[in-house]
């Protein structure tokens, strides 16, 4: 289920978050409104791109790429379950 999340005035300020493009940025904020209570996440790009960018001609490897882009900036640290389930 969707949460309600707060961007702190700050958010905008962070060094490693002005480094992202504009639509990763949006990403990974959208990301907190999906993770659970805990900020987990399926680190899924046909799920990110369906509940991120739903109204948006996006390709699925535009939402990888971006995932890759926040993965590498050190903002989201994934990793797989017993299951090989990823989780960001």
């Known amino acids: 289920m969707a949460r309600i999340r707060t961007i702190k005035p ?3 300020m962070d060094e490693t978050v002005g480094e992202l493009t504009p639509s990763a940025r ?3 904020i959208a990301s ?3 993770a659970d209570d805990e900020g987990l996440l399926p680190w899924n790009a046909a799920l990110l791109r369906s509940q991120a960018f739903p109204y948006d001609d996006l ?16 903002l989201v640290h994934p990793y797989k379950d017993a299951k090989q389930k990823i989780y960001g």
């Open 26 to 28: 949006l990403l990974f």
């Open 59 to 74: 390709l699925i490897e535009d939402t990888q790429k971006m995932m890759d882009e926040i993965t590498s900036s050190g």
């Open 32 to 34: 907190w409104n999906i």
């Open 10 to 12: 700050e958010f905008w």
